[in-house]
């Protein structure tokens, strides 16, 4: 790769893992607002909740109809693949 290609390439990495990371912590402070109101027995765990996704963007839409957390923590994963799809067009046309 060029000098060049090599530069677009960190650019678009460090891309994905500011975006990644942007994106993971929107997502914590959303389990945090819905654990907020519900009882401590049916609150998630803010690390590790993989599993139960689906549960709590369900709990999100129902206590915060308005609310934006989950729809920024989506669209700051779109901006990763984004960066991501960048990143590997990059390499495969810079490639020698």
Known sequence: MSVIGWIFF???IVGVG???LWS???WMDAID???QLL???RQFPIIFSNLSYFKIRR???RLYPAGKLVKKSDA???I???FLLLAIVNAYLFRR
């Open 10 to 12: 960190a650019i678009c």
């Open 18 to 20: 500011i975006s990644g």
């Open 24 to 26: 993971g912590i929107l």
């Open 33 to 35: 607002e819905v654990n």
């Open 39 to 41: 009882p401590k027995e």
């Open 59 to 61: 709990e999100y839409q």
């Open 76 to 78: 700051m994963g779109a």
């Open 80 to 82: 990763m693949f984004g």
